[in-house]
């Protein structure tokens, strides 16, 4: 065993925890798994009409830094506290530890909902993506009933792979790591290359494209401002996934180092990769006027007219494999969410089971498949149900990333008023000061103000009842049941009390 291996359990058994996961990950991978969740492949490329519909070419030379950065607030934040407190399941872990058990409990629910809802929406996103490059190959038309078999199907595939072991999926997710930066440099380059001209004056020019003119993305508006927060909408889709890193943290070496370089590094290349990649494709648009009228068809229209067939279908290959490992690297995300918040009996009418450990694969089997069923689950309602005539999967995405920034925002915010208390006494390692996180906290909930606001725009209105309403759910539950059974994680005492417990158990995966 080596001494970051001991440093690393030692810490996890002061917390009340066992080393079961397998801790085979290098600090590349944890940003890996990070990196190939945020995908610049799959959000940039899937929601890149947002600039075009919204304000034209600056939304991809000025909007997406703009987005970028109020994603990096988040990140900073949550990179300071995941130093401190290295574990699976890391925002539950967080909000029970800085806050209480109801803070713990209520980000745990924010962070599952947006992660499953995510991974479908990924998933879907996938289909869609096979079905209009490849799918004739197969005969794949958009019908409902075959893009929920084509999600089934890799969702399976997906948690297959999870099932079989850390070592392999971190081996996959590095390797998506290097091709989704190879896809990027070739798209960029022939694009550059091959577009008919270069107006860079495109990146910095404000156009109203809303309505008609932009491809109806957005509603006819006369506000530039409210436009201009509309396409942040584009990078702030793209540059989240990044708590991977946090939700990985028992399986990753030197934890308290490597996971909030895991998030810092994932944001920063993210968002300069992914900043050169949408301001290619906006430069290579050859009639800017007719590209923003296609609306979200503008990225597909572009490649076929500036690039030859060859290329454009090596690099949907490329995109392709890229968000299938996306996909992947989720599902690893949220059975390491489900594992951790099951372990401290967080699921009411759940088998401890899902929070059991194969002894053979060192991996949450149980709540690898949980999380892939429900995400099947969801897919089925969002590609066969409809509410008023507005389909279901996309009111919830949207709903979806104020989940996930909310389950970001409140243990940071509880970290705000607990850094330098008995709660949060000592910083990690990897330390930026008290000064800072408070100001990053700080941004980082005018951020959020920022987020709701963009997502609950016409026509997603009903996002808002959505948010609302699972949040008066969830406090009527924790009042009416939970506050009394739910103990949250270990503490005080009843952490030596586990010591022999943890003993037992670690003897079983030969960590002892």
Known sequence: ??????????????????????????????????????????????????????????????????????????????????????????????????????????????????????????????????????????????????????????????????????????????????????????????????????????????????????????????NMLYLFSLCLLLPIYTITGYDASAHTSEETQNAAMSVPKGIINSVIISSLAGWVMVSAIMIAIPDLAVGVKQGWGVFYATMTA??????????????????????????????????????????????????????????????IWTGAILEMLFVWLAQTQSVGGTNIYTLTVNATLIFLFLSFTVPIVAGFFAIGTAKWPKMGPWNIGTGLYKLFAVLSVLGMILIIFIAIQPPNGQVLWITLAFLVIAAIIWFAFENRRFKGPPVGDVIKQKQAEIAATEAKFGEA
């Open 1 to 222: 065993m080596t001494a970051e291996h001991h440093e690393d359990k030692k810490l996890l058994h002061s917390m009340g925890y066992a080393q079961e996961l397998a801790r085979r990950m290098s600090g590349f991978s944890n940003f890996a798994i990070s990196f190939s969740i945020i995908c610049i492949l799959s959000g940039g490329i899937n929601s890149f009409a947002q600039a075009t519909g919204s304000i034209g070419g600056a939304g991809a030379g000025i909007g997406w830094i703009a987005g970028c950065i109020v994603s990096g607030f988040f990140a900073i934040c949550m990179a300071q506290i995941a130093s401190a407190y290295p574990t699976a399941g890391g925002l539950y872990h967080w909000g029970s530890i800085l806050g209480n058990r109801f803070v713990g409990w209520t980000t745990a629910w924010l962070n599952l909902l947006g992660l499953i809802t995510v991974m479908g929406a990924i998933n879907i996103g996938t289909a869609f993506f096979f079905q209009g490059t490849f799918g004739s190959m197969i005969g794949m038309t958009t019908d409902p009933i075959q893009i929920v078999l084509f999600v089934v199907v890799i969702t399976a595939i997906q948690a297959i792979i999870n099932h079989l072991g850390i070592k392999l999926t971190a081996l996959l997710t590095d390797w998506s790591g290097y091709l989704i930066l190879a896809t990027t440099v070739v798209l960029v380059v022939a694009l550059l290359a091959l577009a008919p001209s270069h107006d860079w004056s495109r990146l910095w020019t404000f156009a109203n494209n809303s309505g008609d003119v932009g491809g109806n993305v957005f509603p006819q508006s006369d």
């Open 306 to 367: 500036v690039l030859p067939g060859w290329l454009v279908t090596l690099i949907y290959l490329g995109i392709l494999i890229a968000q299938f490992i996306c996909g992947l690297a989720t599902v690893t995300s949220t059975s390491r969410m489900l594992f951790a918040f099951t372990r401290d009996g967080g699921l009411p009418f759940v088998s401890k089971s899902v929070s059991s450990v194969s002894v053979r694969f060192r991996t949450p089997v149980v709540a």
